[in-house]
């Protein structure tokens, strides 16, 4: 299930003022190097620099239960792997890989509880 969506974003100040519009919220993280909001079960996180990090657009993360498997899954299906998983903070994993058509996709496991 699709549950975050990362906007690379160039002035976080100015991207903030729009989604905080949008959604209709304050962020939920709000730091100089990420800022996340969460709606409805949905959570928007702006990357400020994203494009220097590769990001070419937002990027939809699936949430799974075991990102090696899955990945391994959508690479054996045609998928190529774009960025090995991480530890991004207290043990949650990201990666990314892009489909047949190179759409960038995401990946993200929670840690186990």
């Known amino acids: 299930m699709i549950k975050t969506v990362l906007h690379p974003v160039t002035d976080l100040t100015a991207a903030k003022a729009v989604?905080?519009?949008l959604l209709g919220t304050d962020p939920q993280a709000?730091?100089?190097y990420y800022v996340?909001?969460?709606v409805e079960g949905q959570h928007i996180g702006l990357v400020p620099g994203g494009a220097q990090q590769g990001m070419t657009g937002p990027v939809a993360?699936?949430?799974?239960?075991d990102i090696e498997a899955k990945?391994?899954?959508v690479t054996a299906a045609?998928?190529?792997?774009?960025?090995?998983?991480?530890?991004v903070g207290n043990g949650r994993l990201v990666a990314t890989f892009t489909d047949t058509d190179g759409n960038v996709l995401g990946l993200l496991q929670d840690p186990q509880s």
């Not at 993360?61 to 239960?65: A, G, L, Q, S």
Request: net charge negative; no cysteine.
């Open 36 to 38: 996340g909001y969460d």
């Open 78 to 87: 045609g998928a190529k792997v774009k960025d090995e998983p991480k530890d």
């Open 30 to 32: 709000d730091a100089p």
């Open 61 to 65: 993360y699936w949430h799974v239960t």
């Open 19 to 21: 989604y905080t519009a």
């Open 71 to 73: 990945l391994a899954e």
